[in-house]
């Protein structure tokens, strides 16, 4: 059974740099037709879906992201991590990571659209 698991700080000031990992078990993140997403939900509001990357290394943004967002990965310990720069207080979310099959990338917001999800991670902006 496949499961996944972030970590990483609960807390970061404005204008520095997010960075969360998710550890992935019970399956191998380069495993064929698997992609892995990060998205979030900040208070309030719906699921936005940040990023992806595929079994083979290949990274999607959101467009309204993109310029702050860089997902990647690490075979070595079936982990892949999501650095998000210069936070404001808006970023402020739960944060999740995600596992879908499929022979095309996920790259919605849709919950059903997923297999795997971790159990999210609380981040908050403050100074």
């Known amino acids: 059974q496949v499961q996944l698991q972030e970590s990483g700080p609960g807390l970061v000031k404005p204008s520095q740099t997010l960075s969360l990992t998710c550890t992935v078990s019970?399956?191998?993140?380069?495993?064929?037709?698997?992609?892995w997403s990060w998205i979030r939900q900040p208070p309030g509001k719906g699921l936005e879906w940040m990023g992806a990357?595929?079994?083979?290394?290949?990274?999607y943004y959101s467009p309204s992201l993109k310029s702050r967002t860089s997902i990647s990965r690490d075979t070595s310990k079936n982990q892949f991590t999501l650095q998000l720069s210069s936070v404001t207080p808006e970023d402020t979310a739960v944060y999740y990571c995600?596992?879908?099959?499929?022979?095309?990338?996920?790259?919605?917001?849709?919950?059903?659209?997923?297999?795997?999800w971790g159990q999210g991670t609380q981040v908050t902006v403050s100074s």
């Open positions: 995600a596992g879908a099959k499929g022979r095309i990338v996920a790259v919605t917001s849709k919950r059903s659209d997923y297999d795997y």
């Open positions: 019970g399956g191998s993140i380069t495993a064929n037709y698997y992609s």
């Open positions: 990357i595929s079994n083979s290394g290949t990274t």
